[in-house]
Each structure stands twice: as structure tokens, then as C-alpha cells.
């Protein structure tokens, strides 16, 4: 993710610190991780003597790691288009990404992984746009194709 967004000249120390905090915590069983990344870092960031501007920023940046709703502002729509850069990497890239997640959710039946998995991958391909910001649209189509191709291999 830093490199992402690095590379497209967009790296901020904010940005920044919200990479490195977002997966601070990461439990595949649990459905809470971003809140506790977040407040653990939060935490972190408040004993480094972390401004309470910087914190607040930093937590929302975090929180938006959830995908659970469209970023709020342009920061946000960075960091949530670099946590999906993943999507739009070479087909090689992504297919060992899908087979570490599905090593992530071992645990899950294949029952219930095929059917989750296909739900949440459909969910990205039913967007308008999987990227809202400028910097991360040259990923749309291969993010698209990598996306098709995995669900129909579900």
C-alpha cells in the first residue's frame, strides 16, 4: 500500500500511518479488526505524543479500511483504493492473493467459503467503480478481470 501510494505521488504522513496501523491487528474469525487497529493504534500513536487532529485523522483512515461505506474525502478514497490495489495487480499477483485468502479462511467450510467468497468478490465487480480516485483508475480493468475470473472459479 505505501508503495501504491508512493509511487503515484500521493503519500502523506497520515496516509502513511494509517497503513501501517490499519491490519495491526487481523483475526480472519473476527469481524472487529479495523476498531481494534484502530484504537491500538491510536493508542500507540498518543504515547509517540501524536496531536489529537492527527489521531482523529488517522483512526477515520483506519475505519475506512472497512469498506463498508464510500470513503469520506479524498484521503480516505486513497487509502481504501490502495488497500484494493491488490485487485487490479497481474493475474499471477492476484491469484496468489486469492489463494492466501482462501489459506486465511481455512477454517470456514467449503461449503460456506465458496459462496461467502463469491458474495464479497461479486460485491467489487457490482460497483459503478472499484476506484473513485483518479490515481488508482488504471487498475479498473484488470481489477474487473481478475474479480470474473476468480468467481467464475469459485
Known amino acids: 500500500m505505501l508503495d501504491a501510494l508512493d509511487s503515484r505521488g500521493v503519500l502523506t ?4 500511518l ?64 490502495a488497500d484494493l ?10 491469484a496468489a492473493y486469492d489463494a492466501a485468502i482462501q489459506q486465511e479462511y481455512a477454517h470456514v467450510p467449503a461449503l460456506l467459503y465458496r459462496p461467502g467468497r463469491k458474495k464479497v468478490l461479486r460485491g ?7 476506484y473513485t480516485t483518479p490515481e488508482f483508475a488504471d487498475l479498473e480493468a484488470q481489477a474487473r478481470a481478475n474479480l470474473a475470473r476468480a468467481v467464475a472459479q469459485l
Do not use: M
Not at 504522513?13 to 502513511?16: E, I, K, Q, R, V
Open 85 to 94: 490495489a491488490i485487485l487490479g495487480a497481474s493475474a499471477a499477483e492476484f
Open 13 to 16: 504522513p497520515a496516509l502513511a
Open 124 to 130: 467489487f465487480l457490482d460497483r459503478p467503480r472499484i
Open 18 to 81: 494509517a497503513v501501517w496501523g490499519h491490519d495491526l491487528i487481523y483475526d480472519a474469525r473476527a469481524v472487529d479488526n479495523e476498531e481494534r487497529s484502530a484504537s491500538a493504534f491510536d493508542h500507540w500513536l498518543a504515547a509517540q505524543g501524536g496531536c489529537a487532529e492527527l489521531r482523529q485523522e488517522v483512526r477515520a483512515l483506519i475505519l475506512a479500511t472497512k469498506h463498508s461505506a464510500p470513503p469520506v474525502g479524498r484521503a480516505e478514497a486513497l487509502l481504501v483504493d
